[in-house]
Nanobody, 129 residues
Framework: QVQLVESGGGLAQPGGSLTLSCAAS????????IGWFRQAPGKEREWVSI????????RHTYSVRGRFSISRDKVANRVDLVMNDLKPEDTAVYYC??????????????????????WGQGTQVTVSS
């Protein structure tokens, strides 16, 4: 069964850190760009970060730049999103998604949800004191 499973969500205090993981089963993440998206209550889902399928490139939306980082563990078949200096506005359900041969284009191309073939079910991140 092909699926993506997110883990690592939970409650964090402002200024704290969480690491989200996106693990694949039933397929290899090699050759897939992995994106993280989030949806806050009452808002549309938005793109957060992407790591390229075929290059080391990655990029993040402006609001998390300098606080979030994304990395790939090929042995574990997993992509991690490290979130530091968390803010209440980071509260959302976080989703990972896999796009076949999707590289970082530094344009709207790589953040369009239709580019992503597989999606996880999401993990809740709550930032509150």
């Amino acid at each position: 069964q092909v699926q993506l499973v997110e883990s690592g969500g939970g409650l964090a205090q402002p200024g704290g850190s969480l690491t989200l993981s996106c693990a694949a089963s039933g397929f290899s993440l090699d050759g897939f760009g992995i994106g993280w998206f989030r949806q806050a209550p009452g808002k549309e889902r938005e793109w957060v970060s992407i790591i390229s399928a075929n290059t080391p490139a990655s990029r993040h939306t402006y609001s998390v730049r300098g606080r979030f980082s994304i990395s790939r563990d090929k042995v574990a078949n997993r992509v991690d999103l490290v979130m530091n200096d968390l803010k209440p506005e980071d509260t959302a359900v976080y989703y990972c998604a896999a796009g076949r041969d999707l590289d970082v284009y530094y344009s709207d191309y790589d953040i369009e949800e239709g580019r992503y073939e597989y999606w996880g079910q999401g993990t809740q991140v709550t930032v509150s004191s």
